[in-house]
């Protein structure tokens, strides 16, 4: 009985498929830029030992594209720590929040913002653009919604108010607030 | 084949020799039962100095105090007069029935009667000619004085320890529970040792069944010596193998007479300087003196703390090599990133960190606990905090795997039971090893594992779990995670079976 039980749960450990991966073998992607109603351009800005590194990778949808990022690196790509979801101005926000939460692996503290333009931009072109924008919800009081409010904001009432960024001296400034109707 | 060489085959087992010393009660076959035994002496005496009622003195040296010896025996034999007009037959009997000073004086019959007695410290006055002999203990009680219970300490509760003697154990018990029910039935254990193992309990309060099951395997326990507590541990108790402690070892007497008094039954050996108690379970073995001392919300606070640390200690590691192996969405990035960061440079995996400082800690602990006092101390301090710093600065572990490990390793010296902490620390050695290699599904596989091992175990019926899985169908009254005051808690546990279950009014 009890080497039945050993087996069997040898068995489980070997078909379980899982493999621990050290933390050093990974880049923590921070901000997520999505541009595109598909295919969806993603924008990926992670910090390997103190190194700020874009990626930038396309897809059919947002769950597609974040899978392709995982093969970029010379590290493996991680979008478990992602802190800001900004979507360009061509983004479905509906079809990718809801992607973004079955997805989970994301998170749902992420907060989520607007770009006046294409996200992809401004993710290249805003250094140290996580830690900016939190210091902005933060400090400044700018109100973002995590992903799991605004998805919740949207279903509810049909809209949700982000705050809409643009890009200044390699920098990001608040632009204000929109509305954005979901379909 | 075994692993190292041929299996040997144990042969059947032979026979217990009843009587062992199987021959008539005289001088010679004392002689010959302790032949080769430098300390074995006799003195031939004749009584009023008549040569015609000669007797001899047997006893074993050391084992005899000589003073009493002197006093009770050899004087009476040389200073009473009535001795000169009696015949050697009416000498015994006087000397039977009050002739000699001793407390106890019993006539033997038997060779056996005589050899171990002699062995027990007796002095055995063999009346050769009539074929008759007389035990008087005059053993010596040389022995460790009651200290304070070092490995128990409580602030508000008695000082004293059991030592090593049984009969001053049980002296202990007594002058705590002065109740003509405190029962206390021997056995002798151990072909060789003949250790006096005494059985006590409280009749009409002990469950009458599990004393029974107790004397039983006592009685058949057909072994060369019982020296040490895993001796009787191994042969009581229903399973074997787990890494848990069945019989709860406790220094303390008040201790020991709380669980007396609850329905549990003890057992003191000679020579063991602890008293046994059981059945246990493992809020037996999570409860500490200080819990019936001090304030009962003060120790329902530290109770608390104290299971919060079991479940700290077992799964802190394992947690920790999951987490970061396996499933670091569930790290904060801050955290993350110092992980991250400490680990940098340092070569090893994390699962071979873990593994590698909890058994580092062990061999620091088993090298700490093999050296005298002072000496012990240097090595913890040596292993832990200057080969420890060592190593982080040299980059050879990081400083998160360390602070997890000496966190699990210092909420686990919150376990009163050593014997239990010890079956938790190899079963967090395996969870760590199993969130190693699967994650939080191997850690709840593990913890299932562990869980369906507890709820296995069994002590004289009474389930491991007890009152956590099982308790006899009731409600919990009394200290298991939350202590309630004494007023509050009328009845003995359910799961002892007690006749008795009110404890007061």
Known sequence: MRGRLAAGVLCLAALSGCAGRELTDVTLIQALGVDGAGPVELTAVGEDEGERTVYRVRGENVTLAQEGLKDLGETRLEVTHVAQLVLGRSADLTDTLWREVIHRKSGYGATVWLADGEAGALLEGSADLSRRLKAMEENAGVRAPTLMEALSTLTREGQVELPVLTAADGAPELAGYRTVKGR | ?505
């Open chain 2, 1 to 505: 084949m075994g692993i190292f060489g041929r299996r040997r085959d144990p042969g059947r087992p032979h026979p217990r020799r009843e009587p062992v010393f199987d021959g008539p009660l005289t001088a010679e076959e004392l002689e010959r039962a302790f032949r080769h035994c430098a300390d074995f002496k006799s003195r031939t005496l004749c009584l009023a100095g008549d040569p015609r009622k000669e007797v001899r003195l047997f006893g074993v040296e050391g084992m005899v105090r000589t003073e009493r010896c002197n006093d009770y025996v050899l004087r009476p034999l040389a200073q009473d007069p009535a001795l000169a007009e009696l015949d050697l037959e009416a000498c015994y009997r006087r000397l039977a029935t009050g002739g000699l000073y001793n407390f106890a004086v019993t006539p033997a019959t038997t060779l056996d009667q005589a050899v171990f007695a002699l062995l027990d410290g007796a002095v055995v006055l063999l009346f050769p000619a009539i074929r008759k002999a007389l035990i008087c203990p005059v053993a010596t009680e040389e022995k460790r004085a009651v200290s304070e219970p070092g490995d128990e300490p409580a602030v508000k509760a008695a000082k004293d320890a059991f030592v090593e003697s049984a009969r001053t154990n049980t002296s202990l018990v007594r002058r705590r529970l002065r109740s003509v029910s405190l029962r206390i039935q021997e056995e002798v254990v151990g072909r060789q040792t003949r250790t006096p193992v005494e059985v006590l309990y409280l009749e009409g309060i002990a469950d009458g069944e599990t004393v029974e099951r107790v004397r039983r395997r006592l009685a058949a326990m057909d072994v060369d010596g019982a020296l040490d507590a895993g001796h009787l541990e191994q042969y009581l108790c229903d399973q074997l193998v787990t890494p848990f402690p069945q019989l709860l070892g406790t220094q303390r007497p008040d201790r020991f007479c709380a669980n007396l008094l609850a329905g549990r039954v003890g057992l003191i050996a000679d020579g063991i300087p602890i008293g046994f108690l059981l059945p246990g379970t493992v809020a037996l073995f999570l409860a500490a003196e200080q819990d019936r001392t001090d304030n009962w919300l003060v120790a329902r606070c530290l109770s608390v703390l104290r299971y919060g640390a079991l479940l700290l200690t077992l799964f802190l590691p394992a947690l920790y090599v999951a987490a970061v192996l396996f499933h670091p969405e569930m790290l904060p990035l801050p955290l993350a990133r110092s992980i991250i960061a400490a680990k940098a440079d340092v070569p090893f995996g994390t699962l071979f960190e873990a593994v590698t400082l909890l058994l580092s800690f062990e061999v620091i602990q088993e090298a700490g606990l093999r050296l005298p006092g002072n000496l012990g101390q240097t090595v913890s301090i040596l292993g832990g905090l200057v080969v420890g710093s060592a190593a982080v600065e040299a980059k050879i572990v990081s400083p998160a795997v360390l602070i997890v490990v000496a966190t699990a390793g210092i909420a686990g010296y919150t376990i009163p039971s050593q014997d239990f902490a010890g079956g938790v620390r190899l079963w967090r050695l395996g969870l760590t090893l199993a969130g190693g290699v699967e994650g939080l599904l191997g850690v709840s596989l593990a913890g299932a594992m562990l869980v369906g091992h507890l709820a296995g175990l069994t002590c004289f019926g009474v389930p491991y779990l007890t009152p956590f899985a099982a308790q006899a169908g009731e409600q919990v009254e009394g200290h298991a995670l939350f202590r309630t005051p004494f007023p509050w808690v009328k009845l003995r546990p359910a799961s002892l079976h007690s006749r008795n279950r009110r404890n007061q009014r």
